[in-house]
């Protein structure tokens, strides 16, 4: 009894030195809107549909990205495009292209399905809106170029220099004895 009552209250004073430890450490706060938010490179966030170099959308309207998203929160209506009205290189295009924001977990299955590479997903993380009917994002949405000020790309130079030098010496290739 007395043992426990000495080890519990070992492990509340130690606790309480991680609490005093950091309470006279100036907070780490990004003031978010006023400074930019660093992001990893491989952060996935907002959807983007990606255009060729001529204008034209890499979307053509497969559905693959439709089957490949475990929440079904895609939904692709295909057109037939005419030579009057061409909006991909295609025979076919996204007529109809809704992605309800809601629904996603943000996995990337649909940037990995699709084989033309049309659907991204950018490093926006700012997705919150007032109404649930603003958070299915349309086509003519997921086109417009996007590159909020607000989000800088983490550079981890530093570190991938340090981690190399760490792999060469412990991984040395030894000479053969002769």
């Known amino acids: 009894m007395l043992r426990e009552v000495w080890s519990g209250s070992v492990e509340i004073l130690r606790a309480m030195g991680v609490?005093?430890?950091?309470?006279?450490?100036r907070p780490v706060t990004n003031q978010f809107p006023r400074e930019a938010a660093v992001v990893y490179p491989r952060f996935r966030?907002?959807?983007?549909?990606k255009r060729h170099d001529n204008g034209l959308e890499r979307c053509i309207g497969c559905?693959?990205?439709l089957a490949?998203?475990?929440?079904?929160?895609?939904?692709?209506?295909?057109?037939?495009n005419t030579d009057e009205e061409r909006y991909s290189p295609?025979?076919?295009?996204a007529?109809?292209?809704e992605?309800?924001?809601?629904?996603?977990?943000?996995?990337?299955?649909?940037?990995e399905a699709c084989p033309t590479e049309a659907i991204v997903l950018e490093h926006d993380f700012a997705l919150s809106?007032?109404?649930?009917?603003?958070?299915?994002?349309?086509?003519?949405?997921?086109?417009?170029?996007?590159?909020?000020?607000?989000i800088v790309l983490r550079d981890d130079q530093q570190w991938q220099d340090s981690n190399t030098k760490w792999q060469t010496s412990v991984f040395r290739p030894q000479a053969p004895a002769e």
């Open 19 to 25: 609490t005093l430890k950091y309470l006279f450490k």
């Open 45 to 49: 966030g907002r959807h983007v549909l």
């Open 63 to 65: 559905s693959l990205c």
């Open 68 to 80: 490949a998203c475990p929440t079904n929160c895609i939904l692709v209506v295909a057109g037939e």
């Open 90 to 93: 295609g025979e076919r295009y």
């Open 95 to 97: 007529e109809i292209y």
């Open 99 to 111: 992605i309800n924001l809601l629904r996603c977990i943000f996995c990337g299955y649909c940037a």
């Open 129 to 150: 809106v007032y109404d649930r009917w603003d958070a299915i994002i349309t086509r003519e949405q997921l086109l417009e170029p996007h590159r909020p000020e607000y």
